[in-house]
T-cell receptor
Framework: DAKTTQPNSMESNEEEPVHLPCNHS???????IHWYRQLPSQGPEYVIH???SNVNNRMASLAIAEDRKSSTLILHRATLRDAAVYYC????????FGTGTSLTVIP | NAGVTQTPKFRILKIGQSMTLQCAQD?????MYWYRQDPGMGLKLIYY???????DKGEVPNGYNVSRSTTEDFPLRLELAAPSQTSVYFC????????????FGSGTRLTVV
């Protein structure tokens, strides 16, 4: 299974963009990269996923490196409701969530 | 479409008691999972199932048992509860295939005293 490395914590000012990095250097060629977030006292929820190309949806954008060894989740304008723990999961590592990145949004 | 439903939401057990955490999904997902999350920590996989009649251990299976007699239900059994099992338990399901992600339940907060 692919191993991931994410910063333990990050801070952002409200209304500013946030770039959450993830290294997954052992990812296999068929693994999708999924991102989830967990709001306080809730279960994780799906954010976005991709394989090779950058992806956009209403919640976020996902930028995937050309060699696929890293990816970045982009929140274009952070809001207080985006304060959560963000998990990056290559689907070869589909069972294991790790500890993720705790995002603090400063008003 | 209810998604993944977990019951109960909260429970307090005494040491040595047993209980079953219920998990049901109505999305016809093949794969189902049980995770536990201790305070301030990430999720750890307890057991998973890739279909009815098939279960396998995850990272932290000791003290737990599961069964999967139907596609919809995946109960988690705690035998002889211990304080170390105080945690929040999440059930999740997904369709077969690497492109598909998880749908999580809202969790069961268990305290063993």
């Amino acid at each position: 299974d692919a191993k991931t490395t994410q910063p333990n914590s990050m801070e952002s000012n409200e209304e500013e963009p946030v770039h959450l990095p993830c290294n997954h250097s052992t990812i296999s060629g068929t693994d999708y990269i999924h991102w989830y977030r967990q709001l306080p006292s809730q279960g994780p929820e799906y954010v976005i996923h991709g394989l090779t190309s950058n992806v956009n949806n209403r919640m976020a954008s996902l930028a995937i490196a050309e060699d696929r060894k890293s990816s970045t989740l982009i929140l274009h304008r952070a809001t207080l409701r985006d304060a959560a723990v963000y998990y990056c999961i290559p689907t070869g590592n589909q069972f294991y969530f790790g500890t993720g990145t705790s995002l603090t949004v400063i008003p | 479409n209810a998604g993944v439903t977990q019951t109960p939401k909260f429970r307090i057990l005494k040491i040595g008691q047993s209980m079953t955490l219920q998990c049901a999904q109505d999305m016809n997902h093949n794969y189902m999972y049980w995770y536990r999350q201790d305070p301030g920590m990430g999720l750890k996989l307890i057991y998973y199932s890739v279909g009815a009649g098939i279960t396998d251990k995850g990272e932290v299976p000791n003290g737990y048992n599961v069964s999967r007699s139907t596609t919809e239900d995946f109960p988690l059994r705690l035998e002889l509860a211990a304080p170390s099992q105080t945690s929040v338990y999440f059930c999740a399901s997904r369709r077969q295939g690497l492109i598909y992600g998880y749908t999580f339940g809202s969790g069961t907060r268990l305290t063993v005293v």
